[in-house]
């Protein structure tokens, strides 16, 4: 090659590091920094069905990482959204998770919830409140 080429080539390599060290200063002075994203440890369990819903599949873990990776999966938000139509809670929990401890768990505290709900025992907010708090 062309010494006057491999100059330019190392010419614009240094003044390419450079840039990038300004940008990557500049940035951090402003508080845009990138920083790391804390993975949620629980992602493992959020997979999708043939049909691309989300559904969460806890059935190798232990009965106390289920009941956290439900309080931490993405489709808790939808089961809660289906209060107060219990029946489709129920068909919810049956199709879209997996673990049989969980599944026993949930099935438990909708029909709890739901007899105290229909008898006046519990308020709208406390009854979303006891199925948001899963224990």
């Avoid at 060290?21 to 994203?37: E, F, I, P, Q, S």
């Avoid at 999966?73 to 219990?86: A, T, V």
């Avoid at 919810?92 to 768990?105: A, S, T």
């Avoid at 008898?119 to 009854?127: P, Q, V, Y």
Wanted: proline share 3%; charged share 30%.
């Amino acid at each position: 090659m062309d010494k006057s080429l491999m100059v330019f080539i190392l010419i614009g390599g240094l003044f390419f590091y450079f840039v990038m060290d300004l940008v990557k200063d500049t940035n951090a002075a402003d508080g845009y920094a990138t920083t790391t994203v804390e993975e949620n440890p629980y992602a493992k369990y959020q997979t999708e069905d043939s049909i691309g819903e989300k559904i969460l599949d806890v059935s190798l873990a232990d009965p106390v990482t289920q009941l956290k990776a439900w309080q931490a999966s993405d489709i808790r938000k939808e089961f809660l959204d289906l209060f107060p139509d219990f029946d489709t809670m129920h068909g919810f929990v049956k199709n879209r998770v997996r673990g049989e401890p969980l599944v026993q768990k949930l099935n438990k505290t909708i029909k709890e919830v739901e007899d105290k709900f229909y008898s006046g025992t519990l308020t709208a907010e406390e009854a979303k409140r006891v199925l948001a708090n899963l224990k």
